[in-house]
């Protein structure tokens, strides 16, 4: 991955694990859903004043030791460093999210999500999604239902393409309608292949990474999420219960202490709050 070595036993203490380093399915699982429970999904950088570079070594400085998150290109690239350093096969995927206002993709390398190849099976892997994301690895060995909590997944394949698709649990059953999240094909890359996009990601008026300032975690039963000046809790269904969403409206001066605290966030520069309407991009998929 890099020449540079990384200190896995301070990165698993970022992540809360503390368990066994064997590349097992068992681990794949606990370090995958570790990683999302500790790493925020956040875009922060680019609304306090810096720009988000992914060369590893600085990914890892700033996620590890500043104890920082970041978008796909930051979670995954250095989850995949991680997944290497313990022994994985990791294979890097070019993935093209849906637009739930548009119904259309976003470009090649619009995401960047990972394969594992473990025991003559694939994963696919993505702790840089936030929302809709999965917790944990889904195969990709299989068409079928895969349950994980409250949600369904599927990931469907049609002309060489696979297609990530979710269920609810008001929607759940073989009637129910199926939300695409992404696609992807399942072509090796390397790293270099997203810097445009990152790029696009940080100056484009198409781009929710752009108009709104974001930082998401899942939490144990739930997800907190930060958008511009609003706090959204959410708690997952369980048996007997229904989905519960909150919204605090935070004034500007509750917002560091609130990424502090929630999420463990400390910025640097001064956070511009920011949660503007995306422009529909020119080119659609």
Known sequence: MTSVEMDVKRYLCRIGYSGSVEPSLHVLHSVHLCHQRYVPFENLTVHSGGRVNLDPPLLYDKIV?????????????????????????????????????????????????????????????????????????????????????????????????HFLEWQCEENRGPDGEWTEIYKFTLEPRCLE???????????????????????????????????????????????????????????????PGVLAEEFGVVLKSPLIPKDEVITPPPVMY
């Open 65 to 161: 030791n500043q104890r920082r998150g970041g978008f796909c290109f930051e979670n995954n690239s250095l989850f995949s460093w991680l997944l290497h350093e313990l022994g994985f096969q990791v294979t890097l995927l070019s993935g093209q999210v849906r637009s739930l206002k548009t119904g259309f993709y976003g470009p090649p390398f619009d995401h960047l999500v990972l394969m594992v190849s473990l025991d003559g099976k694939r994963w696919l892997c993505d702790v840089g999604f936030g929302g809709p994301g999965f917790s944990v690895p889904l195969s990709l060995e299989t068409s079928g239902l895969q349950e994980l909590g409250h949600r369904v997944y599927r990931i469907r394949k049609d002309l060489g393409m």
């Open 193 to 255: 292949d997203y810097a445009e996009m990152c790029q696009y990601h940080q100056s484009s008026p198409c781009s929710i990474f752009f108009c709104k300032s974001v930082c998401t975690m899942l939490k144990p039963g739930g997800r907190l999420t930060y958008i511009g000046r609003r706090l959204i809790s959410t708690t997952f269904p369980t048996e007997g219960t229904e989905l519960e969403t909150t919204t605090r409206e935070l004034e500007d001066e509750e917002i």
